[in-house]
Nanobody, 128 residues
Framework: QVQLVESGGGSVQAGGSLRLSCAAS????????MGWFRQAPGKEREGVAA???????????YYVDSVKGRIIISQDNAKNTVYLQMNRLKPEDTAMYYC??????????????????WGQGTQVTVSS
């Protein structure tokens, strides 16, 4: 059974950094698209970043334009954990952040419906 557990959220001032973690169990992250989404109150869930790590070739990372240059998605295969390093945080980054997984490439990663497995979320609050 696939399970995703996020951690690392919290409150930080604008300009600060946070690193979110998503520990996966029940499968390995290889050959799965691992995504991070966020949802602010009253807004739709939006894709932030995704990572596809095949077994025999290098990984591919994807980012939404609003976070490029500030956020890095990475993976520790030994720990089966995906990370979201968030730097130079802004108040508009405030949201519940969710980890998601789906077998295969990240072809439609920006759409929540492309993922079948979700974590429970971790709250990120950025104050100005």
């Amino acid at each position: 059974q696939v399970q995703l557990v996020e951690s690392g959220g919290g409150s930080v001032q604008a300009g600060g950094s946070l690193r979110l973690s998503c520990a996966a169990s029940g499968y390995t992250n290889r050959n799965y698209c691992m995504g991070w989404f966020r949802q602010a109150p009253g807004k739709e869930r939006e894709g932030v970043a995704a990572l596809y790590t095949p077994i025999y070739t290098g990984s591919s990372a994807y980012y939404v334009d609003s976070v490029k240059g500030r956020i890095i998605i990475s993976q520790d295969n030994a720990k089966n954990t995906v990370y979201l390093q968030m730097n130079r945080l802004k108040p508009e980054d405030t949201a519940m952040y969710y980890c998601a997984a789906e077998r295969g490439i990240c072809g439609a990663w920006v759409f929540p419906r492309a993922f079948g497995y979700w974590g429970q979320g971790t709250q990120v609050t950025v104050s100005s």
